[in-house]
């Protein structure tokens, strides 16, 4: 679930850090205020945890699989969600950095998608009155599984809107909202599980431990992040619906006008065309925002009119064979360049 | 998950100690250059591949003088693919058009959008590597605090690192426990997995507890400084602007379809 | 110097979950002298070092740095004077690098930089670990982590040095690096240990304690080498004085 680079436009990259940012600063200060001294060499170490803890797998009951800690709910009910947003923020940062596990432009979206719906959201609202206080234990286990499906379900649809709204996958809305929800309702239980397994395995030999969990006066207080979370969430799928209602002209549309000679496609599959052409608007609109002045220079400004020309720098270069060979062989001398000056530096006695 | 690989971590921060010129440039710089990388690589369309490829300069500077290993870099790359790989690959089941023709031959814009989204990711995941292996946690930490980040999280990300080792080696010496007594029963059952990964979670506080008892005793009152002695050199800002005034050429101008037409203005 | 006596009267402490781990401890120890802290595990040892520097207070009875008593408002003076080195290094080696973690005590106390490192750098020197200086902690070896810990400690320059088990997980070269060390070092040192050996080449007095009460307080010889004394209370005789060579006496 950790989003790649690969699949997001600088724009709602970017927009996802400010939002990340945001909440590191808060709960930084948040925790500044209230935290107590002990915590810091704890959430250093409790995020140690968390990637030690992926490496022990279980049997997931009635199935032939297995499934292993995410970790965000259990650092909820052990930090509270301000402490436990910096350590999962944290453990993302790091898989970023080390493992290339989502990239680092989308880095702001995963510690969005994967820290504030399991920490101000699933844990307040759902695992904590769920669960209630010392309780029954099948009650906890209930409350687990709930709060981490949710949370669970609330980042994967995320992860759904930040990549539409980036325009760079194909998937339409709705077969990526197949694909993503239902896996991550599995993932959701397996989560659940384990953390109820841990949780109740603590309570049972350590409840000090649970007992000591920072909590109760923070939730209220806590709750404005929760609403500029919320409100930003709304901008971000009411941002999207807006596209996908544009009737932008569509720069694909034109080009393969261009190839194939005719003016419009007319496709004998007309539902999926027109699901397509719905995509291909929504899709071409985004990517190029801010950067239109790219199309100033080079051969396809001289092209026809202003209008093709502003359309055809959101497509791609090459449309004709003329410029599609160029561009092929271009591109295989310039990787060619490039592996060779890479190649020289390497083997350069350089002086220290 | 990729956790058989512990000597990774240790194998970048190993790489990251090593004396080069990049090694010595300002964290910062290395950070924004490579921001700058990411956004107008990302910027570009979906069907864009050509004028990708002058942007291989930039991780293969990096790499090189660096001396980095590219198998490292690439073995992680491939490792960490899945993800793009598999959305990706949708995308030519959805985009059918033909959208590039050479001689009689068709390839469709979900071909190319693919291809694209592979080449951006191997890209942005290959500099983003480079720029830990010639950083290090450390300098990144303190070059991001000083670029705002709150020092409560560059604390955080440092402590975390640091016990990264020694917890991991408790979890792997558990699981290896594990492995010997329980043939065949593996992956175990949640009532054993709550207990394993219980007692991991006990000890890992237990830990924390006597590293609090530790830093109490050297006299610490909740703050941790971060030494920082850095400050920008005329190489910095060189780098930095050099890289930018690159992407921006080659982000704005097709670099690879110039060529290739000069190529072929040229031939007979 | 004699600002620097330590004075334990009547020490008593429970644990929260009510277990009574000290149950009136009393001793005083002058300035310079090096003794051991033994007894079989569970006597209460660790919790009676932890409240040598203030991480615990007493429930009852009072201890006494210098003529300064110790209480919570106190501690933080009192840190500076009495230097702790714990049982695993992992858990005192934190930072990035060997040189901050020696770093890290100066620091918080508010020096000027130059300072820092001028103490820094002796302290890395005392232990003979000056080339390590870059090194992060988790390249170390353990007779190396164990060296570097106690520069941690140094570089506050206490009066009173505290040390637990401080020579478990050490090979025999490293053993006998750290004993050399401790021996060179002229400041008050509290050591509790298994390691009777080192004991009797190290300390010149002994404080056994057993089920949170002192046993027994004397002279390392006098008691380490009293059989049953030693079997009584969970320990040995250690081998080394199975014969009494003549010059171990002009030693001490």
Not at chain 1, 270 to 297: M, N
Not at chain 2, 126 to 146: K, M, S
């Amino acid at each position: 679930m950790h989003m790649a680079d690969a699949l997001i436009s600088p724009a709602v990259g970017g927009t996802l850090w400010v939002v990340s940012a945001g909440l590191i600063a808060y709960c930084a200060r948040k925790l500044k205020q209230t935290m107590r001294d002990n915590l810091v060499p704890m959430m250093g170490v409790l995020g140690a945890f968390i990637f030690a803890a992926q490496m022990i797998n279980f049997s997931i009951p009635g199935t032939g699989s297995s499934g292993h800690l995410g970790g965000g709910l259990i650092l909820s009910v052990l930090l509270g969600p301000h402490a436990a947003f910096l350590v999962i923020a944290s453990v993302l940062t790091v898989q970023a950095f080390f493992f290339a596990d989502g990239g680092l432009l989308a880095l702001g979206c995963n510690i969005f998608n994967l820290g504030f719906f399991p920490a101000f959201i699933a844990y307040p609202f759902i695992y904590r009155p769920l669960a209630g206080g010392a309780g029954s234990v099948s009650r906890s286990w209930i409350a687990a599984i709930v709060a981490a499906v949710v949370g669970l379900q609330l980042g994967a649809f995320s992860v759904v809107l930040e990549t539409k709204a980036s325009g760079i996958s194909e998937l339409p809305f709705g077969t990526f909202v197949l694909l993503m929800l239902p896996i991550h309702l599995a993932i959701g239980v397996v989560e659940g599980l384990a953390t109820a397994a841990v949780v109740s395995f603590v309570a049972r030999t350590r409840p000090e431990v649970l007992a000591a969990a920072p909590v109760a006066a923070e939730d209220k207080t806590g709750l404005r992040p929760v609403l500029i979370g919320l409100a930003i969430a709304a901008l971000i799928v009411g941002g999207a619906v807006s596209w996908f209602a544009s009737t932008h002209p569509d720069g694909l549309e034109w080009s393969i006008a261009k190839v194939t000679g005719k003016e419009e496609i007319s496709g004998s599959d007309g539902g999926i065309h027109r699901k397509l052409t719905a995509v291909q608007e929504k899709t071409a609109f985004l990517p190029d925002y801010g950067f239109k002045s790219a199309e100033a220079a080079g051969v396809n400004a001289e092209k026809a009119s202003a209008e093709s020309a502003a359309v055809e720098s959101e497509s791609w270069p090459a449309v004709t064979a003329g410029t599609s060979v160029s561009g092929i062989v271009g591109g295989l001398i310039t990787l060619g360049l490039v592996c060779l000056i890479g190649f020289v530096l390497k083997e350069r006695r350089i002086n220290v | 998950m990729r956790f058989g690989n512990w000597f990774e971590i240790g194998r970048m921060d190993e790489l990251a100690r090593q004396d080069t010129p990049v090694h010595r440039l300002d964290a910062r710089a290395k950070l924004l250059a490579t921001g700058a990388f990411i956004v107008a690589l990302m910027s570009f369309s979906r069907y864009e591949i050509s004028a990708l490829m002058p942007f291989c300069l930039y991780p293969f500077v990096l790499i090189s003088l660096g001396r980095i290993p590219f198998g490292f870099i690439f073995r992680k790359i491939i490792i960490a693919a899945p993800f793009a790989i598999i959305i990706g690959i949708f995308n030519p089941f959805f985009d059918r058009q033909p959208a590039l023709v050479i001689g009689s031959f068709a390839i469709s814009g979900g071909w190319l959008s693919f291809a694209s989204i592979i080449i951006r990711f191997g890209l942005t995941a290959g500099a983003a590597l480079a720029l830990v292996a010639c950083t290090g946690i450390y300098r990144l930490c303190a070059g991001l605090e000083r670029m705002g980040l709150p020092r409560v999280f560059a604390v955080q990300l440092l402590f975390l690192y640091r016990y990264l080792f020694v917890i991991a080696d408790e979890g792997s010496q558990m699981k290896r426990s594990l492995e010997l007594r329980a043939t065949g029963l593996m992956p175990v059952g949640l009532r054993v997995y709550g207990s394993l990964v219980g007692h991991l979670l006990l000890r890992a506080m237990a830990r924390s507890e006597r590293i609090y008892q530790a830093m109490v005793a050297r006299g610490f009152d909740g703050e941790i400084k971060i030494a920082q002695k850095t400050s920008f050199q005329s190489a910095d800002w060189t780098f930095l602007f050099g890289w930018i005034f690159f992407f921006t050429v080659a982000r704005t101008w097709n670099i690879s379809d110039w060529l290739g037409r000069m190529l072929a203005g040229s031939a007979p | 110097m004699s600002h620097h006596i330590i004075d334990v009267r009547d020490l008593c402490f429970a644990y929260p979950d009510g277990t009574e781990a000290l149950k009136g401890v009393s001793f005083r120890i002058v300035h310079g002298n090096a003794v051991a802290v033994v007894g079989a595990n569970g006597a209460g040892k660790s919790t009676l070092l932890l409240h040598l520097n203030g991480y615990l207070s007493p429930g009852r009875g009072e201890v006494r740095i210098g003529e300064t008593p110790l209480t919570r408002a106190t501690a933080v003076g009192v840190r500076r004077t009495v230097g702790m080195v714990f049982q695993d290094p992992d858990d005192q080696l934190f930072m990035p690098t060997v040189f901050e973690d020696i770093a890290f005590g100066p620091v918080q106390s508010g020096l000027p930089a130059e300072e820092v490192e001028r103490r820094a750098t002796m302290a890395l020197e005392r232990v003979g670990m000056a080339h390590l200086r870059d090194r992060p902690p988790y390249r170390l070896s353990a007779g190396e982590k164990r060296a570097v810990t106690i520069a941690t400690v140094l570089a506050m320059e206490p009066a009173i040095l505290v040390m637990d088990e401080p020579s478990s997980n050490l090979d025999p070269r490293g053993r006998r690096r750290l004993i050399e060390l401790l021996r060179s070092f002229e400041h008050t040192r509290i050591i509790a240990t298994h390691d009777l050996e080192l004991v009797v080449e190290l300390c010149s007095r002994v404080i056994l304690l057993d089920g949170g009460r002192i046993a027994a307080d004397g002279p390392t010889l006098e008691l380490l080498n009293d059989e049953q004394l030693m079997l009584a209370h969970g320990l040995e005789r250690p081998h080394s004085l199975c014969h009494l060579h003549p010059h171990m006496d002009a030693q001490k």
